[in-house]
């Protein structure tokens, strides 16, 4: 299938644009009109151009492709929130998210892609009590993540009203060795300094690295799937869990523990919502669709990401 996908720089996106081809996709990047920067400038492939801050988008390009991928969204994780900030997060996700929904559904009905999948998360779902499971069905949830997922999928509106089969990817804590929360984990252990955070009960929801992109084309190649859909694994784990695994993995000691109170002092509102949220998801739509996990299981996987094996 000819893929077109924004965001592509990063950590999901990389993933996606080195995997799907392997998967028999073809990938065309979507990238901003300037100088690229970055793992954009040395990435390799088809590209094509557009601004969404200015609203600029060939829709010619979108008439090439069988499939547009939305993956844009600044980093949640980078520094503590502030009213700016929270801005340019829920903009650098809606803006892009918008733009694309809306040119697509101007396109003629022969021309258009057949599906456009736009990333979203499963802070959607807010915190939930331990013994609470979230599948697509489960209502949005408080807080500042829950407001952005809103937000990012009402973006596509334009797009469903037209038609278009829209599918919303709420991806769980992607686990990746080489970014994201999982190497922040590895780095603070190694330190002697990552211990559990707060009560360590809260539950996290994750998925491998490795399985967003055949995850993603199970979803391409099954048309019956639409709406948000769960990229989890079926296994969540708590705090406590998934930070004696990786200390277990690397072969280090857990640190000392982070109460809530020194968390929330240090990031503020985010420690709330990114270390003391608790979330059992549960990828109810891939499973039923026949999705076979090839990470359904914390260790394993870990040994794979920081082992090699």
Not at 181 to 198: E, H, K, T, Y
Not at 269 to 289: C, T
Request: charge should be neutral; include cysteine.
């Amino acid at each position: 299938m000819e893929l077109l996908i924004s965001g592509s720089s990063g950590l999901v996106g990389q993933a996606l644009c080195a995997q799907l081809p392997r998967l028999r996709h073809s990938v065309t990047r979507l990238l901003r009109f300037g100088p690229a920067s970055g793992t954009e400038s040395q990435a390799e492939g088809a590209v094509a151009a557009w601004d969404p801050d200015a609203g600029l988008l060939d829709p010619g390009i979108l008439q090439r492709a069988e499939a547009v991928v939305c993956l844009n969204g600044a980093s949640i994780a980078a520094r503590r929130w502030d009213r700016q900030l929270k801005q340019e997060l829920i903009d650098s996700r809606v803006k892009p998210a918008a733009l694309l929904a809306t040119t697509l559904a101007r396109l003629p009905a022969e021309q258009r892609p057949r599906v456009f999948v736009c990333c979203s998360a499963v802070g959607y779902y807010g915190t939930r009590p331990r013994s609470a499971q979230q599948d697509e069905s489960a209502p949005s949830g408080d807080g500042f993540l829950a407001e952005i997922c809103r937000a990012w999928e009402g973006a596509c509106q334009p797009a469903v009203e037209a038609g278009i089969r829209v599918v919303n990817m709420r991806l769980g804590i992607v686990l990746a060795s080489d970014g994201g929360p999982l190497a922040q984990m590895v780095d603070v252990i190694r330190r002697g300094i990552g211990g559990v955070v707060g009560s360590g009960r809260q539950e996290m929801s994750w998925i491998c690295i490795h399985d967003i992109a055949p995850a993603l084309s199970h979803v391409l190649e099954h048309p019956e799937l639409s709406g948000p859909v769960n990229f989890a694994a079926p296994a969540p784990v708590s705090n406590a869990e998934m930070t004696r695994a990786v200390a277990e993995t690397i072969g280090r000691r857990v640190g000392p523990p982070l109460p809530a109170f020194a968390a929330r002092l240090v990031l503020g509102e985010m420690a709330d919502e990114l270390l003391l949220a608790s979330q059992h998801v549960v990828p109810r739509k891939l499973l039923e669709s026949g999705y076979v996990f090839q990470y359904s299981k914390l260790e394993p996987t870990l040994s794979s990401l920081l082992r090699g094996g």
